[in-house]
């Protein structure tokens, strides 16, 4: 990765989006979308990807999130040991975000496990033995309306955005294997340092055959338990502002407002939880001067829906796997591995 930084140009966000969209299209298909040559196409890929400023990996399908158990952490540090604490949490399979806000002492974390009982495990007795930790609070995850692999920046023309859409998969059948096997972690384990790396690719990396790579993967992808997503650094993008808002909305109209929230561009990750709010919104945003203007707009949108804290991340430290520089740029890979057992994983 490089030292100098550079702004995004409006061809790297188009490349982007692009790859939002469809993340595993060929160089043709998308050098067809964006008026290039295959060959540019590429060059301009690993650019980005060398530079640490854009990347794909894989994300947790829909249907993931009703096998798994995953929370919202804050976690308070002992004064002047922010920085020796994240380090240590950042090898922590079971984290997958790490974000500083809040204050110079305090973590606020999106972890997940493989069921409940490991996340009491991972909360009570993993993290607060962690040097330097003194506070650990947990909000459960009832209910995901959204999570951050389905935000879309908006660099493409609409006829554009149209080619790209991929047309709806056949309903999977009910009585699918919905679990994860130890095929399929070491093949998620893959594509967590390159979610473009080729059947090919993964085959001789693991061993097998190319098509059983193809078929698991295309499984697991109609299962809903594995989609990909492309992410990169926001503060070059141009979205150097998250913000994460906690309220509280009736029981009744939770999910009317929780799918209402989904479609506002501005928001990445949407979720019931567990505690004194039971609703919580991340959105991304140009400026820290768009916060109160989009609270207002939540505030005008549902007046029922109250909103007691706001907080505006300061640096994001891990982004589902992936460790960050200051700027938002990927300079390290720990792949996630929720479904590791706390008491013989090497927190």
């Not at 966000?13 to 060929?26: D, E, G």
């Not at 298909?29 to 964006?34: D, F, I, K």
């Not at 919104?281 to 029922?304: D, I, W």
Request: charged letters at 20%; hydrophobic letters at 45%; glycine letters at 6%.
């Amino acid at each position: 990765m490089q030292d100098d930084v550079r702004a995004l140009s409006e061809d790297d966000l188009a490349l982007i989006h692009a790859l939002q969209l469809r993340p595993r299209a060929s160089w043709t298909e998308l050098g067809q979308v964006l008026g290039i040559d295959p060959v540019t196409v590429a060059r301009r890929w690993q650019r980005l990807d060398e530079r640490g400023e854009a990347w794909v990996c894989v994300s947790p399908g829909p249907a993931l999130f009703d096998l798994v158990c995953a929370a919202y952490v804050d976690i308070d540090c002992a004064a002047g040991s922010t920085a020796e604490v994240v380090a240590a949490l950042a090898g922590h399979p079971h984290m997958l975000t790490l974000e500083r806000s809040g204050g110079s002492n305090r973590i606020f974390a999106t972890v997940a496990t493989r069921d409940f009982d490991q996340m009491g495990r991972y909360t009570l007795d993993a993290l607060p033995a962690v040097p330097n930790v003194v506070a650990v609070r947990t909000r459960i995850v009832t209910h995901w309306f959204a999570e951050g692999g389905s935000w879309r920046i908006d660099a493409l023309a609409p006829q554009q955005r149209d080619q790209l859409r991929t047309p709806a998969a056949p309903a999977a059948d009910p009585r699918g294997r919905r679990q994860v096997t130890e095929l399929d972690r070491a093949m998620i384990d893959q594509l967590y340092g390159d979610g473009r790396a080729s059947h090919r690719a993964i085959a001789t990396a693991l061993g097998i055959s190319s098509s059983t790579v193809k078929r698991r993967i295309d499984e697991l992808t109609r299962l809903g338990l594995l989609s990909f997503r492309c992410d990169f650094a926001r503060p070059l993008g141009g979205w150097p502002v998250a913000v994460t808002f906690w309220a509280t909305a009736p029981t009744a109209v939770l999910p009317e407002i929780g799918y209402a929230l989904i479609r506002l561009p501005q928001t990445r990750n949407c979720a019931a939880v567990s505690g004194t709010h039971n609703l919580v919104v991340q959105a991304g945003l140009h400026s820290v001067a768009e916060v109160t203007r989009f609270e207002n707009q939540l505030a005008t949108m549902h007046p029922e829906l109250a909103i007691t804290e706001r907080s505006i991340t300061l640096r994001h430290e891990k982004l589902l796997g992936r460790i960050l520089d200051q700027h938002g740029r990927s300079k390290a890979v720990v792949p996630p591995d929720i479904w590791r057992d706390i008491s013989s994983a090497d927190q």
